[in-house]
């Protein structure tokens, strides 16, 4: 599967938007771009994913490059709710139901 | 309901103790996964269950045993476990097959501790 880097943490203030970035240089066209984060002490969640277009949903917008190299997650108002590990993934049709998590980024948010 | 369940929440046990994670979840999901996560570090897959059959066996050490009773039901069989396999022990569940939407749902994890 390709890999995705990510900065290992991000700070940010409460109530301002969140810029999360991952670089995925080798990803192939048919992998799509999944989001997960984990809270502290919870099992991951899911929270968003594309493959080409930008998309929205109620916990957060997704932005990829045109050449598709690179991805932004985008929280529109941090809370402190929000302070999590955040995982890039990519999946592939063919990987089946795999997820292969990487380092994340640790997001805190400061009040 | 969109929860998956897990118990016990602790566990500790030792080395010649034998002992079983349970996961269960009603969304009709028929795909169910166990992940081991180390401390500071994220999780990996351990293995995967599609229509109660074992897919994927990620190499795991065999004194970790997998049981899928019933599609609500997985289980996770441990025996002779040493210090090192102590971990969080993630469940999950999803729509089966291999649609990329199928979003994974995760249990909140048994903390188990091998003395």
């Known amino acids: 599967d390709a890999k995705t880097t990510q900065p290992n943490s991000m700070e940010s203030n409460e109530e301002e938007p969140v810029h999360l970035p991952c670089n995925h240089s080798?990803?192939?066209?048919?992998?799509?771009i999944h989001w997960y984060r984990q809270l502290p002490s919870q099992g991951p969640e899911y929270v968003i994913h594309?493959?080409?277009s930008n998309v929205n949903n109620r916990m957060a917008s997704l932005a990829i490059a045109e050449d598709r190299k690179s991805s932004t997650l985008i929280l529109h108002r941090a809370t402190l709710r929000d302070a999590a590990v955040y995982y890039c993934?990519?999946?592939?049709?063919?990987?089946?139901?795999?997820?292969?998590f990487g380092e994340g980024t640790q997001l805190t948010v400061n009040p | 309901d969109t929860e998956v369940t897990q118990t016990p929440k602790h566990l500790v046990m030792g080395m010649t103790n034998k002992k079983s994670l349970k996961c269960e979840q009603h969304?009709?999901?028929?795909?169910m996964y166990w992940y081991k996560q180390k401390a500071k570090k994220p999780p990996e897959l351990m293995f995967v269950?599609?229509?109660?059959?074992?897919?994927i066996n990620e190499s795991v050490p065999s004194r970790f045993s997998p049981e899928c009773p019933n599609s609500s039901l997985l289980n996770l069989h441990l025996h002779a476990l040493q210090p090192e396999d102590s971990a969080l022990y993630l469940c999950?569940?999803?729509?089966?097959?291999?649609?990329?939407?199928?979003?994974?749902?995760f249990g909140p994890g048994t903390r188990l501790t091998v003395l």
């Open positions: 969304m009709g999901h028929r795909a």
């Open positions: 993934i990519l999946r592939r049709e063919t990987s089946g139901s795999r997820l292969t």
């Open positions: 594309g493959l080409t």
């Open positions: 269950y599609s229509y109660e059959k074992l897919s």
């Open positions: 080798t990803i192939s066209g048919t992998d799509y």
């Open positions: 999950a569940s999803s729509l089966p097959g291999t649609g990329t939407y199928n979003e994974q749902f």
